[in-house]
């Protein structure tokens, strides 16, 4: 069984299997990321749509599209390289190894630099310089201009995360994934923690941004004046483009599960059983569901912003952050 010592480092009994530990906790995280994602994505578009008087997709749509791309064939652009060919699983597989940094509904024994947030970030990064590349490599105008749009705004973004997830580590003690969640369980002062408050709003504003969603882009559009995301993938085509809307899937459920686990850490445990595998799987289902209705109800009440405005809205996730560290710091 795993715990925490007094200095918010990992120790474990004496016998226990930590690679066992690990291999049931990777088991788990991968089976629920990759089961649970199009759900998420399905929800959201349902609670638009009802917010817009539709009745939008049936729950299970997301499973559908997939399963019909799976079984289309792949063309490819006469002008386009291996990078197009070699993007779509690259990016799946960037995807899952980072889905073994954030603990969904157990956190395992430790295993060096799994759950380091800097290797977090630049799983994330390089998937995403990978999927610009694949838009560029195409030779399309749309998809040089959308790969051109999420470069520009990954310049301004990728700052702010940065000061976001230090902030983090200031006020958990740690740069590590999993010891933020264990200390999140056996101490839950945290959860009252002003800081925590101010970071949960700039991790939701991060989660809005990194998965291309109102009003920093709409998934929903194919217009040339709107498109960032969905230019990108706009060359992509059977199995490739299931590929990538499964990574872009997983890329949201990752972020969700990393906002909800550190500031709502309930069902998450630090002892692998039956019961509380089952137990962590329906809480952090029902959290899910909750967040995937708060962003529905969030992009049904904005416009998509103008490109040159996006910055005001990086600088509260950014203030809301350096706040935190200064509170932290001095506080």
Same mark, same amino acid.
């Given at each position: 069984m795993v715990f925490l010592d007094d200095h918010h480092s990992y120790s474990y009994r004496r016998g226990d299997p930590m690679n066992y530990s690990f291999l049931w906790f990777s088991l788990i995280n991968l089976f629920l990321v990759i089961i649970l994602s199009p759900l998420f994505m399905t929800i959201i578009k349902k609670v638009k749509a009802w917010a817009q008087m539709r009745r939008g997709p049936p729950i299970l749509q997301g499973y559908y599209n997939l399963f019909k791309l799976l079984r289309k064939e792949t063309i490819y652009s006469p002008t386009s390289s291996m990078i197009m060919r070699i993007t779509p699983p690259l990016n799946m597989i960037l995807l899952l190894v980072a889905a073994l940094f954030v603990p969904l509904v157990y956190v395992p024994s430790p295993i060096n630099g799994i759950g380091n947030i800097i290797l977090f970030l630049y799983l994330l990064a390089l998937a995403?310089? +990978?999927m610009a590349l694949a838009g560029l490599d195409a030779g399309s105008t749309f998809g040089g201009m959308g790969s051109s749009r999420?470069?520009?705004i990954s310049a301004i973004i990728e700052p702010v995360v940065i000061v976001i997830f230090a902030a983090l580590a200031f006020v958990f003690k740690t740069a590590n994934i999993h010891e933020m969640v264990s200390t999140a369980i056996t101490s839950p002062i945290y959860l009252f923690s002003p800081s +925590?408050? +101010?970071l949960s709003?700039?991790?939701f504003i991060v989660l809005i941004t990194e998965t291309a969603r109102v009003p920093v882009d709409n998934?929903?559009?194919h217009l040339e004046l709107t498109m960032i995301h969905e230019a990108m993938i706009l060359e992509q085509s059977g199995k490739n483009l299931a590929l990538m809307e499964a990574s872009h899937a997983i890329k949201q459920t990752l972020l969700m599960a990393l906002l909800l686990n550190i500031f709502l850490p309930w069902g998450v445990s630090t002892s692998l059983t039956f019961s509380t595998v089952v137990i962590g799987i329906l809480l952090f289902l029902v959290k899910g569901i909750g967040l995937c209705i708060i962003i529905g109800i969030f992009e049904s009440s904005l416009a998509k912003l103008r490109l040159f405005r996006l910055p005001s +809205?990086?600088?509260?996730?950014?203030f809301l952050s350096f706040l935190?560290?200064?509170l932290e710091v001095f506080g």
């Open positions: 995403k310089f +990978l999420e470069m520009t +925590l408050i +101010l709003i700039s991790l998934p929903e559009t +809205l990086f600088m509260i996730a950014f935190t560290i200064l």
